[in-house]
């Protein structure tokens, strides 16, 4: 049962223009959401984040969209570099464990990105 | 500032051996979470530790087990490898209390044959 899907496994997108990476979660439960990017042979690194008390959230050319009642939620990146080039992968958690750093990431499959130039 | 630091990069084992991967956490972290990423999936919790104890578990079987040491470095451990077990093992550190995100190690890439 999956409760992260990222239906998309592949997306191409020309250099300047936008990319529109989407993510649907099951669990109700989850209230903080994150977009870690990963280059091969590398670790996923963490791009953006975003609260459940929030349906927006931007940083630089990324800008991460919640929203809760159909249970979606996507990242926004324009203008679109080749360097961008990368899997993407949406992450959610429930944070009311024991401690604000106790949670535990639950990952979709990822979709790769091919920007090119 | 050093990143989280995971050792060995690759590994080969055989069906039914144990293995033990290492992980550093970034400066300045007190948490580490491992992860298994199996190919074509995204990474999948296996459990979590702070001050020395497993904090959360995922869905993975007694066989996985792990360990913190005081200088908040840990240590994940598979008995009994299994042909299933052939994954990239990654390692995240964060801060307990902070809410910081996670920040990722490369990953150990173990192979079991």
């Known amino acids: 049962d999956q409760q992260v899907k990222q239906n998309s496994p592949s997306l191409s997108v020309q250099e300047g223009r936008i990319s529109i990476l989407n993510c649907d979660y099951t669990?109700?439960?989850?209230?903080?959401f994150l977009w870690y990017k990963k280059y091969p042979a590398e670790g996923p690194t963490f791009l953006i984040s975003?609260?459940?008390?929030?349906d927006k959230n931007e940083d630089g050319r990324f800008t991460v969209f919640l929203n809760k009642s159909a249970k979606h939620l996507s990242l926004h990146i324009v203008p679109s570099q080749p360097g961008d080039s990368a899997v993407y992968f949406c992450?959610?958690?429930?944070?009311?464990?024991?401690?604000?750093?106790?949670?535990?990431?639950?990952f979709g499959k990822g979709t790769k990105l091919s920007v090119i130039p | 500032d050093a990143g989280v630091t995971q050792s060995p990069t690759h590994l080969i084992k055989t069906r039914g051996q144990q293995v033990t991967l290492r992980c550093s956490p970034k400066s300045g972290h007190d948490t580490v979470s491992w992860y298994q990423q199996a190919l074509g999936q995204g990474p999948q919790f296996i459990f979590q530790y702070y001050e020395e104890e497993e904090r959360q578990r995922g869905n993975f079987p007694d066989r996985f087990s792990g360990h913190q040491f005081p200088n908040y470095s840990s240590e994940l451990n598979v008995n009994a490898l299994l042909l299933g077990d052939s994954a990239l093992y990654l390692c995240a550190s964060s801060l307990f209390w902070g809410g910081s995100p996670l920040h990722f190690g490369n990953g150990t890439r173990l192979t079991v044959t």
């Open positions: 992450a959610a958690s429930a944070r009311s464990g024991s401690g604000a750093g106790s949670y535990q990431l639950t």
């Open positions: 975003i609260s459940s008390i929030k």
């Open positions: 669990n109700s439960m989850f209230d903080y």
